[in-house]
């Protein structure tokens, strides 16, 4: 029959768990198990879970809350939790995720990821902001792994941001890490600052740019990658 194992263990005050199913005791061998640190960055700190989930606490009673009503018994620990997995990008350094998968390659031509999906918080309301970036390169003797590219952007998005500083620092990381001959980075997102509060412009979205290199100096360039991504900066 299959047997279903759960593991548990805390590492630098870190919990992480595991499960997995085996069909049979040969199966429960794991070769060459790997956390890399932006995946280890998901998960909560015991110790900082325990400073946030208080403080809660008091916003939500402060707010006029019961905070000892069923509903809202766990809520300050997940808020603590969750607000951990939301800024998970301070514990990552993207100039290293780009570094563990460099290749010479000749190839000199447009790479573009399109359609990344981004989650960020606004820094000003702490209410979240989504959407997409689309992020290109030439390079210039070197490439990185295609799953490097979404991942830098995460690691950028998963802090309080704006757009626009959130924008340039993609950019910035991967012209000064890969030494490419042009980046170009586009980013599309709804603000929940500007459709549930303030203002209240639901349907509006927000779009930044930010060129380096053959994009920034090459009109073709520049426009094949608009073409390739369906966006319009008119």
């Not at 595991?18 to 790997?34: G, K, Q, V």
């Not at 707010?63 to 998970?88: C, H, S, W, Y």
């Not at 902001?129 to 950028?156: C, E, M, Q, W």
């Not at 380096?212 to 073709?220: C, E, M, S």
């Amino acid at each position: 029959g299959e047997l279903v194992f759960y593991f548990s263990w805390s590492l630098n005050l870190i919990e992480l768990k595991f499960s997995f199913t085996a069909t049979s005791h040969t199966d429960l061998i794991m070769d060459n198990l790997e956390i890399k640190p932006w995946d280890l960055a998901k998960y909560p700190n015991v110790e900082l879970t325990e400073k946030i989930t208080p403080l809660i606490s008091q916003i939500l009673d402060l707010l006029g809350e019961d905070i000892n009503r069923e509903g809202l018994l766990k809520t300050p620990e997940r808020v603590a939790k969750a607000m951990q997995f939301l800024n998970q990008g301070y514990g990552v350094d993207p100039v290293e995720i780009l570094k563990s998968a460099l290749f010479k390659e000749d190839y000199h031509q447009i790479v573009l990821v399109k359609d990344i999906e981004i989650y960020s918080l606004c820094e000003h309301h702490m209410l979240p902001f989504y959407g997409k970036a689309h992020v290109a390169y030439i390079p210039n003797g070197v490439i990185t792994g295609l799953s490097k590219i979404p991942r830098v952007v995460d690691a950028f998005a998963r802090r309080l941001q704006v757009q626009e500083r959130l924008t340039i620092q993609i950019r910035d990381c991967i012209q000064e890490t890969l030494n490419p001959l042009g980046v170009a980075v586009v980013i599309e997102a709804a603000h929940m600052c500007m459709q549930m509060r303030g203002v209240q412009k639901q349907n509006s979205v927000t779009t930044t740019s930010a060129f380096t290199g053959a994009f920034l100096k090459d009109l073709r360039t520049r426009e094949e990658f608009m073409r390739l991504i369906g966006v319009s900066l008119h």
